[in-house]
Structure formats: C-alpha cells, structure tokens
Nanobody, 119 residues
Framework: QVQLVESGGGLVQAGGSLRLSCAAS????????MDWYRQAPGKQRELVAS???????NYADSVKGRFTISRDNAKNTGYLQMDSLKPEDTAVYYC?????????????WGQGTQVTVSS
C-alpha cells in the first residue's frame, strides 16, 4: 500500500522558515510529478509548487522567490523550503504525488501538515 507522509509543519513567526518533507513509501516503480498544495480555513485548496521527475519547477505567484520545491529521488522524498513566511501562508499543506505502479500512474495525497505563521 502506498503512503505519502508529510512532516515539518509547525508554528513560526512571520519572517521565519520551515522545511516540509513528503516521504513516499510502499510498492511503486517511480515517482513522476510531486506537488505541494495548501488549504487555509474557509478557502479552496490551491497549488503552491510542483516539480517534475526531471526537476522542472513551477510556483504560485504568491510564493515565488520565497518557497523552493525540491526532491531526492533516491529517498523517494520531496521537500518544500519556505522562507520569509507571512501570516497569509498559514494553512494545512498537502503533498500530492503521481506514482507509477506497473504500467499505470496514480495520484496520492498525504494527510497534511499544519503551518501557522504568527504576526
């Protein structure tokens, strides 16, 4: 059974940094795209950053220049380095990854990790 487990969330003051991790475990051949989403209270879930298997990245305008997405394919783990955090970054952050199982690709979600930025 495939699992994505996020870690690294917490409470930080504005201007601070956090590093989120997303570790994939279980039986799969490879990981294609890895994405980070977030959902603030009363708002829709939004895409924050994405990274392809080759390392190409994309960011939401709201986090460009402050967040950095990366991955370690040997460890089946993705990361989201968040710097210069703002109170509006407060949300539950979710990892989403496309995993190859056999000849097919499947999308999986992690359980989410809370990030709270105080002003």
């Amino acid at each position: 059974q495939v699992q994505l487990v996020e870690s690294g969330g917490g409470l930080v003051q504005a201007g601070g940094s956090l590093r989120l991790s997303c570790a994939a475990s279980g039986t799969f051949s490879s990981i294609n795209a890895m994405d980070w989403y977030r959902q603030a209270p009363g708002k829709q879930r939004e895409l924050v950053a994405s990274i392809t298997s080759r390392g190409s990245t994309n960011y939401a305008d709201s986090v460009k220049g402050r967040f950095t997405i990366s991955r370690d394919n040997a460890k089946n783990t993705g990361y989201l380095q968040m710097d210069s955090l703002k109170p509006e970054d407060t949300a539950v952050y979710y990892c989403n990854a496309e995993l190859r199982i056999g000849l097919q690709f499947f999308r999986y979600w992690g359980q989410g990790t809370q990030v709270t930025v105080s002003s």
